[in-house]
């Protein structure tokens, strides 16, 4: 039973990635998600997207800023999967980079390097899939899942080099490179994530090639400040044969 679970939720994974751009814009990646894990958790799920405009009424800068340049307006789902009390904590909250597909943007990709970029939105597939399979497994905790979506493309309203971007919490970033537009989604992602309470945020992305040059095309690269956190993630990872390094 528990193979066939992990089967069915990495079989929805793989087929989200595998979509081509062209049929996986970035609204319709948060809406997939959220109807499947709605389908799963029944009552229990709740969820919004926030897209195009008002993505900027609510501040969400990095986002929008990213998506602009597409003809197909940038999305952020909010989900809420909450089997407790309406006041429960959070518990967990999840973040995926929800890339739908990154030509670079005017730091432009060579074709070689932009083939597989239908799969820039693995991170938002991959924390979907395992929201789905421990909802599956009778997840008994409240998890909110935040995905950031986008299309990094290239227009007259495309982001640029020099753009600098004021988040909501204040911060700026100054744009030097349009291809380095994970981080700049994911940002938004990680400050709704922490406005959860939650004490544990897990976020999943394609980020960087400077992670395959670290630790090659075998392993998952992972991060965290907490040494505890890289040690359960490792010894997670074992138990289901895959392998993860630091």
Same mark, same amino acid.
């Given at each position: 039973?528990?193979?066939?679970?992990?089967?069915?939720?990495?079989?929805?994974?793989?087929?989200?990635?595998?979509?081509?751009?062209?049929?996986?814009?970035?609204?319709?990646? +948060?809406?997939?998600?959220?109807?499947?894990?709605?389908?799963?958790?029944?009552?229990?799920?709740?969820?919004?997207?926030?897209?195009?405009?008002?993505?900027?009424?609510?501040?969400?800068?990095?986002?929008?800023?990213?998506?602009?340049?597409?003809?197909? %307006? %940038?999305?952020?789902?909010?989900?809420?999967?909450? &089997?407790?009390?309406?006041?429960? &904590?959070?518990?967990?909250?999840?973040?995926?980079?929800?890339?739908?597909?990154?030509?670079?943007?005017?730091?432009?990709?060579?074709?070689?390097?932009?083939?597989?970029?239908?799969?820039?939105?693995?991170?938002?597939?991959?924390?979907?899939?395992?929201?789905?399979?421990?909802?599956?497994?009778?997840?008994?905790?409240?998890?909110?899942?935040?995905?950031?979506?986008?299309?990094?493309?290239?227009?007259?309203?495309?982001?640029?080099?020099?753009?600098?971007?004021?988040?909501?919490?204040?911060?700026?970033?100054?744009?030097?490179?349009?291809?380095?537009?994970?981080?700049?989604?994911?940002?938004?992602?990680?400050? +709704?994530?922490?406005?959860?309470?939650? &004490?544990?945020?897990?976020?999943?992305?394609?980020?960087?090639?400077?992670?395959?040059?670290?630790?090659?095309?075998?392993?998952?690269?992972?991060?965290?400040?907490?040494?505890?956190?890289?040690?359960?993630?490792?010894?997670?990872?074992?138990?289901?044969?895959?392998?993860?390094?630091?």
């Amino acid at each position: 039973a528990e193979l066939q679970r992990r089967l069915e939720v990495a079989t929805f994974a793989r087929q989200l990635i595998n979509d081509t751009p062209e049929n996986l814009s970035p609204v319709k990646l +948060a809406q997939q998600a959220a109807k499947w894990l709605a389908e799963l958790g029944g009552a229990k799920v709740s969820y919004r997207i926030i897209e195009g405009e008002a993505l900027l009424a609510e501040q969400w800068i990095g986002i929008h800023a990213v998506g602009r340049g597409s003809e197909r %307006p %940038p999305a952020m789902l909010e989900l809420d999967f909450n &089997p407790l009390s309406a006041d429960a &904590p959070v518990s967990v909250a999840l973040v995926g980079k929800g890339i739908t597909f990154d030509s670079g943007g005017y730091s432009i990709k060579a074709s070689e390097g932009m083939l597989g970029m239908k799969c820039d939105m693995g991170g938002a597939a991959t924390v979907t899939a395992a929201l789905g399979l421990a909802i599956k497994s009778g997840l008994n905790k409240r998890v909110k899942l935040f995905l950031c979506c986008a299309e990094n493309l290239i227009s007259g309203r495309a982001y640029k080099l020099g753009d600098i971007l004021t988040y909501k919490n204040g911060v700026t970033v100054e744009v030097v490179n349009t291809d380095a537009e994970g981080r700049l989604v994911l940002a938004d992602g990680l400050q +709704a994530a922490s406005a959860t309470g939650a &004490p544990f945020i897990i976020d999943a992305a394609t980020l960087t090639g400077a992670a395959v040059m670290a630790v090659g095309s075998n392993y998952n690269a992972i991060f965290s400040p907490q040494t505890e956190v890289l040690q359960l993630a490792q010894q997670k990872a074992s138990t289901v044969a895959e392998r993860v390094w630091p």
